[in-house]
C-alpha cells in the first residue's frame, strides 16, 4: 500500500547483485552472438551443486562444490536465457552440455583487460554479498597473461559491506 513503511525498502544488495550477473549475461550474449573478439576469454566459475545446475554426474562428482570453465578456444552452442546459460564443452573428447544459472555463478574474469567479479554465497544458496574485484596479474599467485599495460592502475576492490545497515 502507498505510504506503508517497509522495514528494509531497498534491498541494495541484492539491486547491485543483480546488476553485476546482469554483466556476465550481456557479456556472453555479446559472444553468443559475435564471437570472442581478440583475446578475451572468460573464466567462470560456479556451484556444481546450485539450484538448476545440469552437468554430468561424473563432472559432479569430481568437482563436488565448485567448478571453473573457461570460455575461449573450444565451445560450442552458447545459449543465454534470462536466468541461465548453457553450452557444450569438451572433457576428454567428449562434448557434454553443461545448464548453468547465473545464480550458481561464484565468480566471472575476462583476464584480457583484467575484469573480475566476484559472487559470495551462503551454504543454503541464498546470495549475501557480491564484490567486483580485479583479476590477480602476479604470476606466481595466478597464471593468466599480464596484459600489454603493466604500468596501468587496477580497478577497487567494492564490498557491499561498505553500504549494508548494520544489525
Not at 32 to 61: D, M
Not at 64 to 82: N, P, R
Not at 85 to 97: G, I, M, P, Q, T
Amino acid at each position: 500500500m502507498p505510504g506503508e513503511i517497509l522495514e528494509e525498502p531497498f534491498q541494495y544488495d541484492m539491486m547491485v547483485d543483480e546488476a553485476l550477473r546482469g554483466v556476465v549475461r550481456r557479456a556472453l550474449k555479446q559472444v553468443a552472438q559475435h564471437g570472442l573478439p581478440g583475446n578475451h576469454h572468460f573464466y567462470i566459475t560456479f556451484k556444481t551443486r546450485g539450484e538448476g545446475v545440469s552437468i554430468p554426474p561424473y563432472l559432479l562428482e569430481k568437482y563436488a562444490d565448485e567448478m571453473t570453465i573457461v570460455l575461449q578456444f573450444q565451445f560450442w552452442d552458447l545459449e543465454i536465457e534470462e536466468e541461465f546459460f548453457s553450452v557444450a564443452l569438451s572433457f576428454n573428447d567428449v562434448r557434454e552440455r553443461l545448464v548453468i544459472p547465473l545464480a550458481a555463478i561464484t565468480g566471472f574474469a575476462d583476464p584480457s583487460v583484467k575484469f573480475g567479479l566476484q559472487f559470495q554465497t551462503l551454504e543454503d544458496g541464498e546470495l549475501s554479498d557480491a564484490e567486483m574485484h580485479e583479476v590477480p596479474n602476479d604470476e606466481t599467485d595466478d597464471p593468466m597473461p599480464e596484459g600489454e599495460d603493466d604500468g596501468a592502475a587496477m580497478g577497487q576492490v567494492v564490498s557491499l559491506d561498505t553500504f549494508r545497515k548494520k544489525k
